[in-house]
C-alpha cells in the first residue's frame, strides 16, 4: 500500500479550499510542530551536557533537589504518555480500515510520545545539575503543544464530532494534559524566579543530602527510580565485587530515625493520655499508631486497592482476546466497516471498536500489568517503611520506660527481665509484622467481592458454587494455621532440652570418654531428639497440608464450578469464559489464603497492644528534687541539639569523643573544692520497695564529706537498700534524703552484684569518660587487674559481657570496682566489693584502692562490708540491725559508747581471723584457678582461630587468580554439592519420590488446564457449527461429548489434587529423613571425636551445629525447598506451554532468559550480605536493652541516661537500615522479575494473536495466556527461595565440616574373650619406652618413658606446669597418640583393647568435678548396675551419707545442671564415690585437689589411704605437699621421666628436683 502523509485515496486530502484550519490532516501537521521543536532544541543541549560529564555520570547527591510540583509532574507525564499511546494505537487502527496509508492519524501521536519521553529525560538532567534557566524550553513545548491541541479540538467541536468518538475523547484528555503541565512550569517560575525576575531564589538540598553518611536514596530520588528502585543498582551490582558493610549502607535519612519517629509516637501518646485520664480510661495505643503513622499507611492502601483494580485487567483483557480471535471466522466479522466521517475525510472510530483489535487489548494488558506491579511493590514498600519506623519508635518509647522503671518493680518480680526481652524481641516486632499485613485487611475483601462479581458475569449461577467451594475450605487454612504454631511451640520445648543434654555431654566429655559412658548420654539425647522428631512431624504434616489446601483449593474451585455449568448452563463454555474465570481463579486463591495469616497476626497484635499498654503505665521511680535539675538530658532533648543525631557515627573514634555535646554539664567541671562538711544526710527516712511496708524505717544520718563511711551489719539488715535509698532508688514514704550542692551529680556506684556492659575491658572501666593512661593504669593497678587482661587475647581491648570472653565473680567484681574508682566523682559507693575476692585481692584493693586512691583524691566513700577487720581503716561507722539504724559515730565513740556491740564485733573478727589462716592457700590457688580457667578457654579460641586461619590461606592458594574474580565467582555460585548431599541424607527413595511427585503433579496440572482447551474449543467450534448448519445431527452428538469431557476433567482434577497432597507431604518426609540422619550422624561423630577436637573447638561452635544450624535444617530448609521446587516447576511448565502453543516465543525467551540470570546472580549475593548484616544488627540491640534492665541502678546511679539513650538510637537506626536496604533490595527483584513477566505474557499475547491467524485453536491461545500470567506471580519467588536456600544450606555446609572428623578407633585387636572378666585384678603397671603427643602434627609430650609400678603402689607424680604430668595419665586411657612404646597392665598391652573395655575397667578423678543434671543415682552409677547398698557404702567412704540423707529423695535427690547446688568441694567427694562404686584395682587421680580447700583435701587423702588401701593409686600432684606419703614418686621435666624413687629417699638428694619443687610449694 502506498505511504503518503495525507493519503492518496482522497483527491480533496490536499486541499484548502474550506480553509486551512478545516483540513483535517493540515490540523495534524500543525501538531507535529511543537514536537519536533522540542527535540530540536533538547537534544544538542543533552548531548552537550552528557558530554561534559564524559565518561563519569555520578552526580553528587547534594544536587539531587526536586524542583516545585516535582511528582506532580512526573504524573502527569506517565498519563501524557499512555494517552499518546492510545492515540498511536487508534491511528493505527483507523487507518487500517482506509484503503490507502494516512500518517497523519499516527506519526503526530507517535512522535508527541517521543516528545514527552525526551522532555522527562531532559527535565531530570536539568534537576539534578540544578540549572532552572533550561527549563524555559520546556515551557514553550507546552504553550505550542497546548495550543495546537486546542485548535484540534475546536475543529472536531465544529464538525459535530463528540465524546462518542475515541478520538474527540483523546484529543480532549491531551489537551488538559498540556493545559496542566503548563500550570506545573508557571509554578516552577514562581517559586523559583528564575526568570522574569530580577532576584532568582537560592536553594539549600534538604539536610539528609548534604550529609554524606546518607545513602539510603529512596526519599529523594525521582519518581520513576523510585517505582523501580533504580538507585539501588550500584550497591547490588557493587556487592558482587565487594560484600555490602554498615559503611557502605550508611545512616537513616533523618525522617525514619528512631528518634524522630519516638517524638511522633510520643506526642501521640501523650495526647491520647490527657483524653484518657480526662475519661478515666487508660490511653489508646491503637489511636497514637493511627495518628502517627496513619498517613502513610492510607497511602499504602490506596495504591494496594490500585493494584487489586488492575489486577483483573488480565482476566478481562485475556476475555476479550479470545472473544475476539473465537469470533474471527464467524461471518459478521467479514463485513468490511466502510464508514468515513463527513468533513474532516478520515476514519473516526469509538472506543468500544478500538479494543475489538488484539493487539490492543494485548498492549493494555501488558500496561496493565506493569502499573499493576508497579502498585503493589509501592504498597508492600511504603507498609514495610512504615513498620520499621514504627518499630524504632516503639523501640525507643520501652527504652525511655525501662530506665524511668521503680526498682521495686523489678526486684519484687513484678517485671522481668524475660518480659522487658519479650516486649523488645517479640511484641514490637508483632506490631511490626501486622503493620506489613495491615493494608490486606481492608484490600481483601474488596478483592474478593470483586472476582466473585465478574465470575458471576461470566459463568452465572455456577460460579457461586466455585466462591463457596473456596470460602468454606478457608476457614480449615485457619485452623492448620493454629495447629502450626502450636506444634512449633512443643518443638522448641523438645529442642531446648535436647540443647541442654548436648551442653551437658559437651562439657563433661572429657569425663564421658574416661568413664566410656558416651552411649548412654549419647541415646539420653537420642531418647529427646526422637519425641522432638515426633513433634517436628506433626509440624511437617500441617505444612505440608497448609500447601496443598493452597494448591488443591484452586483445583476444586474450578472443577465444581466448570461441571455444574457444563450440566446446568444453556450455553456452551467457550474459551473466553473459561480460560478468564480460571484466572480469576487464580487470582481469588491469594487473598483467602492470606486471610488466615492476616487473622493470626491481628490477634497477636492485640496481645502484644495489651502487653505494652501495661508496661507503659506500670509505676516509675520517684521524682525527687535533684531529680529535676538541668542535668537530666531526656530524648527530647535531641531535638534541640540536631546536630548531635545526624553527625556521621565516626566508627573509628570511640563513641566517648562524639557524644560531649550529650553529656551533662557538671560531668565536664572540674571537682568543686569542698565547703561543707555533709555530703548527703538522711532525716526521719522512712523507705519501702513499692509495698507500703517500710524496709528502712526511722533512718536518720548523715554521711561526713571526703571520709571513709563504712555500712556494717548482718546480711538482710537493709545495708545496701540504704545505698539505693540514698541514690533515690527506693520509695519514700517519709523523711528527706538531702545532698550537698550538685554531690548527687558526682557519684559513682559499684553494685553488689558485678554489672557488665557487652564492650571491652577499657570500655567498661572508663564508662563514657575520657580515657586518662596515667589514670586508667593507676586504677587497673589497684584492682589486681593487669595479670588478668595479659591473658586475653586482645588485652584490654577484648569484648566481655554476655556476649563476650566469660569471666569469673571476682574478675567481673574488680572490673566493676575499677569503674566506679576511675570516675572522677565527689562520691564513690561500694557495696560489698570483696564479696567474690579472696582475701590477698581483698587487702591490696581495701589498701591501695580505697585508702590511697580515692582517700588521696579527698573522695567521700561510702562502703558496704562483712569484713569486720577494716572497721580500724573508717573515719565513721554506721551499724545497721533489722532495717534501722543500730549506731552511728568512729570507732572509737562505738568502743566507748556501746561495749556489747564492739565486744560482738571483736569476737566475729577474731573468728574471721581464724578463717583467714585456712584460707590464705585456699585463696592463691583461687584466683590462679580463674586464671587459669580463662587461660584454658582462650587456648582452645586461639588453637581454633589459627585453625581456621591456615584454612582461609590454603583456600587462597588454591587459585593464582586475581582475588577479586576468585571471590566474586566463590560468592555468586550456588553450592550444588552441599545440596546433593542435603537431598541425598534424605535417602534415595524419599529422594525419587519427591522428584518424580512433583513432576507428575505439575503434569497433571498441565493436562488439567490442556483437556480444558481442547474441550471448550471443540464445544466452541460444536455450537458454531449448529448455528452455520441447520444440520441436527451435530446438535445430537454434544451431550455425549459432554460427558466424555466432564468425566475426563473429573478424574484429572481428582489426581491432582492427591498428587498435591502427595507431591507436598513427600517434600516434608524427606525434609524431616534429611534432618533425622544429619543429626544421628553428627551426634555420633562428635562423641567419638577424639578430644583432641575439643580442645581446638570452642565449645559455642559445637553448640552451634546442634542448636541453630540443626534448627534451620529442621524447620527452615524443607518449606525452602518446597516453595523453590513449585514456583521453578511452575515458570518451567507455564514457558513450555506457551512455547508449545506458540514455538515463536523461544525466540524471545533468549534475551528473557539471560537478562533474568543476571538480575537472580547480582540479588543472591546482595541478598546474602543485607541479610548477614540485619542479623548481626540485631543482636546488639537486644544484648543493649537486657544489659539495661540489667544495670538499671547503676546507669541511674552515675546519671548516664542520656548516654544510653543516644546509644540504643544509634543501634536502633543501624538496624533498621539494614532491614530497609535488605527489603529495598527484595522490591528491587520483584520490581525487575514482574516487569520480565510483564513482557512474557506481551510476547506470548502477540506471538498467539499472530499464530492463532495459521489456525490454532482459541482455547490453545487461552491456556498461553494464562499460563504466562502465573509467571509474573512465581518468577520472583524462584529467585527469593534460591537466595533463601543459599543461605539455609550454609548449616549442611557446617554440619557437614564436622561430620568429616575423625573418630578415635574404637575397635580393639585383640578378642573379647581373651579379656578376663575382673580384669586388671592385680594393677601392676608397665611402662615401656613410651611416648605420647596430641596430634601427629604436634610434637611428642613424652619421650621415652619407662617406668614400673607394682600392685596396690601408691604412686605420685610430679613436675612444673607442661611437664607432662597429666599426659601420662590420659595415655592410661588412650586418649592421647601413643605413637611408640607401650603401657601393660596386668599382663595386657592395653593398645589391643577396644577403648570401651579398657576404659570401663579403670577409674579416674579429675581436677575439675563434673555432675550432670539428674538425680544423685545416676551420677554415682549411670549404668545402672550397682544396689543401693553399694551406692551408700560409697556415699559413707566420701563422707556424704549423712547430707544425702538429709536430702528430699535420698539417692533420687535432684542435682541440677553441672551440681550447681553443691558445693565445689561436695562435687569432688561425689566423683571420689563415683570412683569408689567401680571398684576398679586403678584409680588415677589428676590434680584432684587443685580447686578445693584443705578439709576436702584431707578428707580425699584420708579416704585413698583406707578404702583403696588394696588398690593401685596413681596420683598427679599439683600441690608437692599432698604426695609426701607415695611409696613411690616420679618426676617429669619437659616429658622426661627425670626421677623415680620413694619420697623419702628424693628429699635426702639435696640436688633432686623433687627436693627444689617441695621448696619452692612450701
Same mark, same amino acid.
Given at each position: ?28 501537521? +500543525? ?156 509554578? *516552577? ?419 502484644? *497492644? ?275 539504724? +543500730? ?179 513427600? *517434600?516434608?518426609?524427606?525434609? +524431616? ?490
Amino acid at each position: 500500500m502506498p505511504l503518503s502523509f495525507c493519503g492518496n485515496d482522497n483527491a480533496s486530502a490536499y486541499s484548502v479550499d474550506d480553509g486551512v484550519l478545516d483540513n483535517g490532516c493540515f490540523v495534524d501537521a +500543525l501538531n507535529l510542530v511543537p514536537h519536533v521543536f522540542l527535540l530540536f532544541i533538547t537534544f544538542p543541549i543533552l548531548f552537550i551536557g552528557w558530554g561534559s560529564q564524559s565518561s563519569k555520570v555520578q552526580i553528587h547527591h547534594n544536587t539531587w533537589l526536586h524542583f516545585p510540583g516535582h511528582n506532580m509532574r512526573w504524573i502527569l507525564t506517565f498519563t501524557l504518555l499512555f494517552v499518546h499511546v492510545c492515540e498511536t494505537a487508534e491511528g493505527i487502527v483507523s487507518d487500517g480500515y482506509m484503503k490507502s496509508r494516512h500518517l497523519h492519524l499516527f506519526l503526530p501521536a507517535f512522535m508527541g510520545f517521543i516528545a514527552s519521553t525526551t522532555s522527562v529525560v531532559y527535565y531530570h538532567n536539568i534537576e539534578t545539575s540544578n540549572f532552572p534557566k533550561l527549563l524555559l524550553a520546556l515551557f514553550i513545548y507546552w504553550v505550542l503543544a497546548f495550543i495546537t491541541k486546542t485548535i484540534k479540538l475546536v475543529k472536531y467541536y465544529e464538525h459535530n464530532f463528540g465524546i462518542q468518538h475515541l478520538r474527540f475523547c483523546i484529543t480532549a484528555m491531551l489537551v488538559i494534559l498540556y493545559g496542566l503541565l503548563m500550570a506545573v512550569e508557571i509554578n *516552577v517560575i514562581r517559586v523559583r524566579r528564575y526568570v522574569f525576575f530580577a532576584n532568582p531564589q537560592k536553594v539549600k538540598p534538604p539536610e539528609d543530602l548534604q550529609d554524606l553518611g546518607v545513602r539510603f536514596l529512596q526519599p529523594f530520588v525521582n519518581l520513576l527510580s523510585k517505582a523501580t528502585y533504580w538507585w539501588m543498582n550500584p550497591l547490588i551490582i557493587g556487592a558482587h565485587k565487594r560484600p555490602i558493610d554498615l559503611k557502605k549502607i550508611g545512616k537513616l535519612p533523618i525522617a525514619m530515625r528512631a528518634l524522630t519517629n519516638y517524638i511522633r509516637l510520643k506526642d501521640a501518646y501523650e495526647e491520647q493520655r490527657m483524653v484518657a485520664d480526662q475519661a478515666d480510661k487508660s490511653p489508646s495505643i491503637w489511636r497514637s499508631m493511627y495518628h502517627a503513622f496513619g498517613r502513610p499507611i492510607l497511602l499504602s492502601s490506596t495504591f494496594r486497592y490500585l493494584a487489586d483494580l488492575l489486577g483483573f485487567a488480565g482476566p478481562l483483557c485475556i476475555y476479550c482476546i479470545l472473544m475476539r480471535l473465537g469470533g474471527r471466522n464467524s461471518p459478521e466479522s467479514s463485513e468490511q466497516k466502510n464508514v468515513t466521517a463527513s468533513g474532516l475525510d478520515v476514519d473516526f472510530l469509538s472506543s468500544h471498536e478500538l479494543l475489538e483489535n488484539t493487539s490492543v487489548l494485548a498492549v493494555l494488558l501488558f500496561l496493565a500489568l506493569i502499573l499493576q506491579r508497579t502498585f503493589l511493590q509501592a504498597s508492600y514498600y511504603v507498609t514495610i517503611e512504615t513498620g520499621i519506623n514504627l518499630r524504632g519508635a516503639l523501640l525507643a518509647m520501652i527504652y525511655n520506660k525501662i530506665l524511668r522503671l521503680s526498682t521495686s518493680n523489678m526486684s519484687m518480680g513484678e517485671m522481668t527481665l524475660g518480659q522487658i526481652n519479650n516486649l523488645v524481641a517479640i511484641e514490637t516486632n508483632q506490631l511490626m509484622w501486622f503493620l506489613f499485613l495491615c493494608p490486606n485487611l481492608w484490600a481483601m475483601p474488596v478483592q474478593i467481592i470483586m472476582g466473585v462479581i465478574l465470575l458471576h458475569y461470566l459463568l452465572g449461577f455456577s460460579a457461586l458454587i466455585g466462591a463457596c467451594v473456596i470460602v468454606l475450605l478457608a476457614p480449615i487454612q485457619y485452623f492448620i494455621a493454629t495447629k502450626l504454631a502450636d506444634a512449633q511451640k512443643s518443638t522448641l520445648d523438645y529442642s531446648t532440652d535436647r540443647l541442654k543434654k548436648t551442653n551437658e555431654i559437651l562439657k563433661g566429655i572429657k569425663l564421658l570418654k574416661l568413664y566410656a559412658w558416651e552411649n548412654i548420654f549419647c541415646s539420653s539425647v537420642e531418647e529427646t531428639r526422637v519425641k522432638e522428631l515426633t513433634s517436628l512431624k506433626t509440624f511437617a504434616l500441617y505444612t505440608s497440608l497448609s500447601i496443598f489446601m493452597n494448591a488443591a483449593i484452586p483445583i476444586a474451585a474450578v472443577l465444581a464450578t466448570f461441571v455444574t455449568h457444563a450440566y446446568t448452563s444453556n450455553t456452551e463454555l467457550s474459551p473466553a469464559v473459561a480460560f478468564a474465570s480460571l484466572a480469576l481463579f487464580h487470582i481469588l486463591v491469594t487473598p483467602l489464603f492470606l486471610l488466615s495469616t492476616v487473622v493470626r497476626f491481628a490477634v497477636k497484635a492485640i496481645v502484644s *497492644v495489651q502487653k505494652l499498654g501495661e508496661f507503659l503505665l506500670s509505676d516509675e521511680i520517684g521524682d525527687d528534687s535533684w531529680r529535676n535539675g538541668e542535668t537530666l538530658v531526656s530524648l527530647e532533648s535531641c531535638k534541640k541539639h540536631p546536630g548531635a543525631h545526624t553527625k556521621a557515627i565516626n566508627r573509628k573514634q570511640p563513641l566517648r569523643y562524639q557524644l560531649d555535646s550529650f553529656e551533662q554539664p557538671s560531668r565536664r567541671q572540674p571537682r568543686p573544692t569542698e565547703t561543707e562538711d555533709i555530703a548527703v544526710k538522711v532525716n526521719n527516712g522512712f523507705f519501702s520497695w513499692g509495698s507500703n511496708m517500710a524496709t528502712l524505717s526511722d533512718i536518720n544520718m548523715r554521711i561526713p564529706t571526703g571520709q571513709l563511711t563504712m555500712i556494717v551489719g548482718q546480711v538482710g539488715c537493709g545495708k545496701s537498700s540504704l545505698l539505693l535509698a540514698m541514690l533515690g532508688e527506693m520509695q519514700a514514704i517519709g523523711g528527706k534524703v538531702h545532698w550537698s550542692n550538685k554531690n548527687r551529680n558526682s557519684v559513682a556506684y559499684a553494685a553488689q552484684k558485678s554489672w557488665l556492659l557487652n564492650a571491652t575491658v577499657e570500655e567498661n572501666i572508663t564508662f563514657g569518660n575520657p580515657f586518662n593512661k596515667q589514670r586508667y593504669k593507676a586504677v587497673i593497678d589497684t584492682c589486681s587487674l593487669q595479670p588478668d587482661i595479659d591473658l586475653l587475647p586482645f588485652g584490654d581491648q577484648t569484648e566481655i559481657g554476655e556476649r563476650g570472653i566469660n569471666l569469673s565473680g571476682g574478675q567481673r567484681q574488680r572490673i566493676c570496682v575499677a569503674r566506679a574508682l576511675y570516675q572522677n566523682t565527689n562520691i564513690v559507693f561500694l557495696d560489698d566489693p570483696f564479696s567474690a575476692l579472696d582475701i590477698h585481692l581483698s587487702d591490696h584493693l581495701m589498701q591501695e584502692g580505697i585508702l590511697k586512691f580515692l582517700q588521696d583524691d579527698k573522695r567521700t566513700v561510702v562502703l558496704v562490708t562483712h569484713k569486720l577487720q577494716y572497721l580500724i581503716h573508717a573515719d565513721w561507722i554506721i551499724a545497721m540491725k533489722d532495717g534501722t539504724l +543500730l549506731r552511728e559515730g568512729t570507732l572509737k565513740d562505738i568502743q566507748n559508747n556501746d561495749v556489747e556491740l564492739y565486744e560482738h564485733w571483736k569476737t566475729l573478727m577474731n573468728r574471721q581471723d581464724q578463717e583467714l589462716e585456712k584460707d590464705t592457700d585456699v585463696a592463691d590457688g583461687q584466683t590462679a584457678l580463674e586464671r587459669k580457667n580463662l587461660r584454658r578457654a582462650l587456648y582452645s579460641r586461639e588453637a581454633k582461630s589459627q585453625i581456621d586461619d591456615e584454612d582461609e590461606e590454603e583456600e587462597e592458594e588454591e587459585d593464582d587468580e586475581d582475588t577479586m574474580s576468585m571471590m566474586t565467582s566463590r560468592r555468586s555460585k550456588i553450592p550444588w554439592r552441599v545440596c546433593w548431599k542435603y537431598l541425598t541424607s534424605g535417602g534415595f527413595v524419599l529422594l525419587f519420590m519427591m522428584i518424580f511427585s512433583k513432576l507428575l503433579k505439575h503434569s497433571v496440572i498441565v493436562a488439567i488446564d490442556y483437556w480444558l482447551a481442547t474441550w471448550t474449543s471443540r464445544a466452541q467450534n460444536t455450537s458454531v457449527s449448529a448455528n452455520s448448519s441447520a444440520n441436527g445431527m451435530l446438535t445430537d452428538m454434544v451431550p455425549f461429548d459432554l460427558s466424555y469431557y466432564t468425566t475426563g476433567f473429573s478424574i484429572l482434577c481428582s489426581s491432582g489434587i492427591v498428587l498435591c497432597l502427595i507431591a507436598s507431604l513427600t *517434600v516434608e518426609w524427606m525434609g +524431616l529423613s534429611a534432618a533425622r540422619n544429619l543429626h544421628h550422624n553428627l551426634l555420633n561423630k562428635i562423641i567419638l571425636a577424639p578430644i583432641r577436637f575439643f580442645d581446638i573447638t570452642p565449645l559455642g561452635q559445637i553448640l552451634n551445629r546442634f542448636s541453630a544450624d540443626t534448627n534451620i535444617i529442621d524447620q527452615h530448609i524443607p518449606p525452602t525447598l518446597e516453595s523453590l521446587t513449585r514456583s521453578t516447576l511452575l515458570c518451567l511448565s507455564a514457558i513450555g506451554v506457551i512455547a508449545f502453543v506458540t514455538p515463536v516465543f523461544l525466540i524471545a525467551m533468549l534475551p528473557l532468559g539471560v537478562a533474568f540470570y543476571f538480575i537472580q546472580k547480582y540479588f543472591r549475593v546482595a541478598s546474602k550480605d543485607l541479610q548477614d548484616l540485619d542479623d548481626s544488627t540485631q543482636l546488639p540491640l537486644l544484648c543493649h536493652f537486657s544489659e539495661t534492665a540489667e544495670g538499671l541502678t547503676t546507669i541511674r546511679a552515675f546519671r548516664h541516661e542520656a548516654r544510653f539513650k543516644q546509644r540504643m538510637l544509634e543501634l536502633t537506626d543501624t538496624n533498621n537500615v539494614a532491614y530497609l536496604f535488605l527489603s529495598a533490595a527484595n522490591r528491587w527483584l520483584e520490581v525487575r522479575t514482574d516487569y520480565l513477566g510483564a513482557v512474557i505474557v506481551l510476547t506470548a499475547a502477540v506471538a498467539s494473536i499472530y499464530t492463532s491467524e495459521n489456525g490454532v485453536q482459541s482455547g490453545l491461545v487461552g491456556l498461553g495466556l494464562t499460563y504466562a500470567l502465573t509467571v509474573t506471580n512465581y518468577l520472583n519467588w524462584v529467585v527469593r527461595s534460591l537466595a533463601d536456600l543459599e543461605v539455609q544450606m550454609g548449616a549442611v555446609k557446617k554440619v557437614n565440616d564436622f561430620l568429616s572428623t575423625e573418630s578415635e578407633n574404637y575397635e580393639g585387636s585383640i578378642d573379647l574373650s581373651q579379656v578376663p572378666e575382673d580384669w586388671p585384678q592385680q594393677g601392676e603397671i608397665k611402662i615401656q619406652g613410651l611416648s605420647v603427643r596430641y596430634d601427629s602434627i604436634l610434637k611428642p609430650v613424652l619421650k621415652h618413658v619407662n617406668a614400673y609400678i607394682n600392685p596396690g603402689q601408691k604412686v605420685g607424680i610430679c613436675g612444673r606446669t607442661g611437664s607432662g604430668k597429666s599426659s601420662l595419665s590420659l595415655a592410661f586411657f588412650r586418649m592421647v597418640d601413643m605413637f611408640e612404646g607401650k603401657i601393660i597392665i596386668d599382663g595386657i598391652d592395653i593398645s589391643k583393647l577396644p577403648l570401651p573395655t579398657l576404659r570401663s575397667r579403670l577409674s579416674i578423678i579429675l581436677q575439675d568435678p563434673v555432675l550432670f543434671s539428674g538425680s544423685i543415682r545416676f551420677n554415682l552409677d549411670p549404668e545402672r548396675t550397682c544396689t543401693d547398698d553399694r551406692l551408700w557404702e560409697a556415699l559413707e567412704i566420701a563422707q556424704l551419707k549423712n547430707m544425702v540423707k538429709s536430702l528430699p529423695g535420698g539417692l533420687d535427690a535432684v542435682v541440677t545442671e553441672g551440681g550447681e547446688n553443691f558445693s565445689v568441694g561436695q562435687r569432688q567427694l561425689f566423683c571420689l564415690a563415683r570412683a569408689f562404686v567401680r571398684k576398679s584395682s586403678i584409680l588415677i587421680m589428676d590434680e584432684a585437689t587443685a580447686s578445693i580447700d584443705m578439709a576436702t583435701e584431707n578428707i580425699l587423702q584420708k579416704v585413698v589411704m583406707t578404702a583403696f588401701a588394696d588398690r593401685t593409686v596413681v596420683t598427679i600432684a599439683h600441690r608437692v605437699s599432698s604426695i609426701m606419703e607415695a611409696e613411690q614418686v616420679l618426676v617429669f621435666c619437659e616429658g622426661i621421666l627425670v626421677e623415680c624413687d620413694s619420697a623419702s629417699s628424693l628429699l635426702s638428694q639435696d640436688d633432686s628436683l623433687f627436693t627444689l619443687l617441695v621448696k619452692t610449694h612450701k
